[in-house]
């Protein structure tokens, strides 16, 4: 088992997921991460190769650029710093910088693409993971948590990595302009797959936030003026208080869509204080100047009552809430006006049908057998291998939030076997 010690020279790099502790500008830092990970990117390009070239020829056609020189293009005129990590990744790497861009591009690239040939499209390529949420009071105890399978294409099965990133704020000038802008100044701990940046998957920052991803798949990706799923996920690992988050989910416009799940593991000791959130964000229509957002709130029996988490996000109008714990998979449930979504994911629905079945989640135990569940192996099980189920997708890993003690957990095997344990283990407040 590996254990986080604060010591930067500590890279546990013989992992099947290496942790990695980096400090530095934005640019130093993906700079040393691609040293780091210049074989995974490789290989991750090679092994995906059927899916990637495709978009690699994709952005050299008309259609195909307008998208990716619009992604960049907002990159580099709202967030340089963010351009920055990209253009250290590939630095670093040695990995052309167009490849790194197509990386984090992909969901909405591979969209565009399907559009454009007007193909019929099957699950391949779109990743599936599941979120529990748990927020129960006992005898007056609150147990607080959340746990998260992280699915992806069996391509990725060594190609990912945990970061702790201590990122230094820069002045920049934004293109065309004369303005100056400095960078936040950031801590933060997250799962990155090689050649993205890292916060897709799981995360926490230094301001006390947690967050965890699940991929949705609106069937037309927006083009202008807004960032890609991939970096507004990284841009969320800035956030500092729930408003800020809410008005980035609202008003930074995104290509694509997802489902966010937050807690915060530094607040009040009240327990009206400490609940849990998710969100569902589909991207709007060309001429809007706003996400579409429903957040859902994950309450307890005291808090049901109370408006005053409410009254905190009453700038997202669509709402709901959810009592005790909730489950999440990859199709939208909340939004007030869906956005047309793909060819739906029959393991999504799949996965939510075994949640049903499986009852009451009153503790983290019970979320990790939930997440460890194999029941429908031969179709579209929670918990997946790549000898079972119907797609190309696998669990790299999963992870488990325990807001009472701060720490992160994370498992590499099955997490509902009674031999599985956490191959690493982070305390949270060392952030």
Known sequence: MSVETNNNNYNHQDQRIPFYSI??????????????????????????????????NFIKTDVGSKYFNSYTATIQDEYPWYYDELKGLSDGSEVSLEQILVLNYKNELKAAKDIYDEQEKDERGRSSCSTVL????????????????????????NTSYILKATVRSSVYKINGKEELRESPNERFIALGYAGQLAGNGFGANHHGFVFTYNGLYPKIPRIKNCLSRQLLNRLVLTVENEQQLDQILKTQLTAYGFNLNVGQFRCSDDILEKYLLSYEIGPSNENEKTNQCNINYILNEKQVEDTRIIMKHKDILSSSFSLNYYCHFN???HLQTVPEED?????????????????????????????????YKSEHPIYRRASTGQTNTVTLCTALIDFTTSMLYVYDDNPGLKTSSPFFEFDLNSL
């Open 343 to 375: 060819k739906p994911l029959s393991s999504s629905k799949m996965r939510a049908k075994r949640a049903s079945e499986f009852g009451d989640i009153k503790i983290s135990n019970q979320a990790l057998q939930l997440l460890g569940d194999e029941k």
């Open 331 to 333: 199709h939208y449930i």
């Open 134 to 157: 748990i927020n129960r009071l006992d005898n007056y105890e609150q147990l607080l948590s959340i746990a998260h399978n992280e699915d992806e294409a069996d391509s990725n099965w």
């Open 23 to 56: 400090e530095g500008t934005h640019y130093e830092c993906s700079f040393k991460l691609g040293q780091l990970i210049a074989q995974r990117i490789r290989e991750r390009i090679k092994k995906e190769s059927n899916d990637l070239q495709p978009l690699f």
